[in-house]
């Protein structure tokens, strides 16, 4: 009897946790050892996928993919596109058969909880895995927001959602949010969205997403409207903020969090001199803070500074 076969199998399985822990390489190596090793690796090597929307749509890895049991196994999908995406043509036909091929993919991951999708055209999904929960778009293009308000509708599950798009054409008139929708989503990372009417649809969901985290990319914040609306639509909830914008005047932060109670960590770019707890934290004590200045940035009088309630 082989050592393969006279070896625990938990044993096995924490051998493979402990050494192996993403060598894809590796963990191809010890699918071949035996059967059994093959079913205890299977749902690792697989766990995380990454395909190319170039690809995807070729007869042979389709078919493959749409036959294959792996893909049970994934939790993790990363679409990749082209390494730039222009903002000003609309998707060619290649576009959307490389998205009908990706969606018919992704149909067949019956477990999936994070994708992320960039840079690409918006791919046209159905349905749409509604098991995620988390999502990335990098330097996404869609035809107008509501190919993505239509996608977050869906994500009963989402708590993390991560959002660098790109919208062709802005909506003319605003959306309203059906209700209970994004209703598990905490943390909201918005580098860049062109469109103003994907604030007022987020900010018109009723009862509002539980949001504890929110951060806004350097063209966000402070002179985006909606993102200013944003922010204090999450009042309620919202524990820590941070922005890679940079605030040359400290008259921006006068009032904007005086309605967050539960705000603990505010993380941006400011000239460190500023007294940024009486314009952030006016509720509470000097005593009560504590404040760290980190790198500052190049070229400016600025510096990255931490504010965080004891």
């Not at 096995?12 to 050494?19: G, Y």
């Not at 697989?46 to 493959?64: A, C, P």
């Not at 969205?193 to 504890?212: A, E, G």
Request: glycine share 4%.
């Amino acid at each position: 009897m082989s050592l393969t076969q006279t070896l625990p199998i938990e044993l096995v399985l924490e051998v493979l946790d402990r050494l192996i822990d993403g060598d894809r390489s590796t963990l191809a190596a010890c699918s071949l050892v035996c059967r059994t090793w093959l079913a205890v690796v299977r749902p690792r090597l697989f766990s995380d996928v990454t395909l190319s929307v170039r690809q995807v749509d070729t007869f042979g890895t389709l078919k493959i993919a749409l036959e294959s049991t792996v893909l049970a196994h994934t939790k993790t999908v990363r679409a990749t596109g082209f390494p730039r995406v222009p903002h000003r043509y609309p998707a060619t036909s290649q576009d959307l058969r490389h998205s009908l091929a990706l969606s018919q993919i992704l149909a067949t991951i019956p477990h999936l909880l994070s994708l992320h999708l960039g840079p690409m055209h918006f791919p046209i999904f159905s349905p749409w895995p509604v098991t995620l929960v988390r999502l990335c778009f990098d330097s996404v293009v869609m035809l107008d927001i509501m190919n993505l308000v239509k996608v977050l509708s869906q994500s009963e599950f989402l708590e993390d959602l991560q959002l660098h798009a790109h919208s062709i054409q802005p909506l003319p008139s605003p959306i309203i949010a059906a209700s209970a929708v994004l209703q598990s989503l905490k943390h909201l990372n918005c580098r860049y969205i062109n469109d103003q009417q994907f604030f007022t649809w987020f900010i018109s969901i009723s009862p509002r997403p539980p949001l504890v985290s929110l951060s806004l990319g350097k063209r966000m914040f402070p002179h985006n409207p909606g993102a200013l609306q944003l922010i204090r639509s999450a009042s309620a909830t919202l524990e820590l903020f941070k922005t890679e914008a940079i605030l040359r005047q400290e008259d921006y932060l006068s009032g904007m969090f005086s309605s967050h109670r539960r705000l603990r960590t505010v993380r941006l770019f400011v000239d460190a001199r500023y007294d940024l707890g009486s314009r952030i934290f006016p509720h509470r004590k000097r005593e009560d803070m504590r404040k760290e200045e980190g790198v500052a940035h190049e070229g400016s009088l600025c510096t990255a500074v931490t504010l965080t309630l004891e």
